[in-house]
């Protein structure tokens, strides 16, 4: 099948791969949604620290959402696809992509011995660090599978599948297997581990075009030879872009069951020890961190329902002045470091619309707190903010938010990872440059 689309009725895919599930999302050439599909995964399989899951339980879940949102398009117009997936899950595979590991996942964090090997050589401004990081798993699984021909990340693999070929990864998914984005290289000191340094991938700037569809995937979903695979991105990133914030200083904030703050900078801003480093964006960097308060922290203390039911009752603007950080759980790295922070949410009122409040409230002091401490590493305060997440819908919470950071405040009209990376496909096929 040929094709040769007007650029506005041409069409964009988008693939999220996460945790529990994939998800779908079509463009026009205009960005608006065309179609979307959802198919889901197997559980991850936990034995303790170690998380795995099996690549071919993506794939498979993969065919099934390309055919299901494909069916609602015209596929003779859809002209490129990119991929994200969740930061840091690496396996490894032959030189013909087989994996001949299970995937290790982001939230895996059993190689302890590995990463204290990293720790050893490591600048202290990399994100290779940590169990959490994918260069200590590519450590540990090396060492079993020594006839391993390409360290991919979940993105990487199934853009692999796509294309018919692998060996390729992008620069927001290689850095936490130690590529240095300033440099835009793989650093010396890697070579002070026992890493096998052909495992690692070539790296592309997100958005490249990495080449057409493998003929035998093109004729499987009746699409045109030339339909573009594109240099991915991660979950984060990708959900970033989903929103349409592109100017330096534009932030957003993801109220879910953490508290993840990002703002587009001119330079970039790094802080292992808070958790903070920078993706390199175009010609620009996206900075940020993760706080454990968020809705994890409100969730020791009220169901869902009962939220809803006290939200009427808040008074954005009468602040209650009790001085709460919210956590679920002793620790936090960002934007306070103290492994051993207790939560603080005493004492507690006996009207309970009150201690929510105070509670909401907390958590905003938390997130200017955050962006107070990106600004002092060289990103800009924020000059907007867009909120995402299940906490996003609350607005008295909004207005709160936004009288504590002094700057407007306002709902995403998109917020989907996978709608960020059909974006990520749309603008590789044009001049954009956030």
């Known amino acids: ?74 596929r003779e117009r859809l002209m490129s696809i990119a991929v994200d997936g969740t930061s840091g899950t690496l396996l490894l595979a032959d030189a013909q ?21 990293i720790a050893a050589v490591a600048p202290p401004d990399t994100a290779a660090r940590g169990p959490g990081c994918a260069l200590a798993r590519l450590l540990h699984l090396q060492a079993q599978t020594p ?25 927001h998914n290689a850095l936490k297997l130690g590529y240095d984005p300033l440099s835009r290289r793989w650093p010396n000191w890697l070579q002070g581990l026992p890493l096998r340094m052909e495992l690692l ?8 075009r990495l080449g057409p569809l493998a003929p035998h995937i093109a004729r499987e979903l009746n699409l045109p030879a030339d339909v573009q695979v594109v240099a991915g991105t991660t979950d984060g990133v990708a959900a970033f872009l989903a929103t349409g914030a592109c100017e330096v200083g534009e932030a957003v904030t993801s109220l879910g069951s953490t508290l993840v703050l990002k703002v587009l900078s001119a330079q970039p801003a790094w802080a292992p020890q808070y958790g903070i480093y920078s993706h390199r964006l175009g010609q620009r960097w996206l900075a940020g961190g993760a706080s454990n308060s968020g809705g994890a922290a409100l969730l020791r203390h009220f169901t869902r329902q009962r939220m809803a039911e ?20 002793p620790g936090e790295r960002f934007p306070v470091n103290d492994p051993a922070l207790a939560p603080r949410d005493t004492p507690r009122p006996a009207d309970a619309a009150l201690f929510f409040q105070g509670l909401l409230e907390g958590i905003a002091n938390v997130e200017a707190l955050g962006y ?8 800009p305060y924020p000059s907007c903010v867009w909120t995402v997440g299940g906490g996003a819908a609350n607005a008295p919470w909004r207005h709160l938010r936004q009288s504590c950071l002094g700057v407007p405040v306002a709902v995403a009209a998109h917020e989907e990872a ?13 001049n954009w440059v956030p």
Not at 148 to 170: E, K, M, N, V
Not at 317 to 329: E, I, S, V
Not at 372 to 379: S, V
């Open 372 to 379: 107070r401490r990106l600004a002092a590493l060289g990103a």
């Open 310 to 329: 006290l939200s009427p009752r808040l008074r954005p603007g009468q602040w209650t002045g009790l001085d709460y950080y919210p956590l679920p759980a």
């Open 147 to 171: 006839r391993a021909a390409h360290a991919l990340h979940q993105a990487d693999w199934i853009a692999g599948q796509l294309l018919g070929r692998f060996g390729w990864s992008d620069e």
């Open 418 to 430: 996978a709608y960020g990376a059909a974006q990520l496909a749309r603008r590789s096929m044009g």
């Open 201 to 208: 991938p070539q790296v592309a700037v997100p958005g490249t």
């Open 1 to 74: 099948m040929d094709s040769v689309p007007a650029s506005d009725d041409a069409l964009h895919l988008g693939l999220d791969l996460g945790t529990s599930g994939v998800r779908a999302v079509v463009v026009a050439g205009h960005g608006d949604v065309q179609a979307t599909a959802r198919e889901a995964l197997p559980p991850s399989l936990r034995d303790g620290a170690r998380v795995t899951q099996q690549a071919a339980d993506w794939w498979a879940a993969v065919r099934r959402v390309l055919q299901a949102v494909l069916t609602q398009v015209r």
């Open 97 to 117: 992509g087989v994996p001949l590991t299970p995937a290790l996942m982001y939230d895996d964090a059993a190689s302890l011995a590995e990463a204290a090997q």
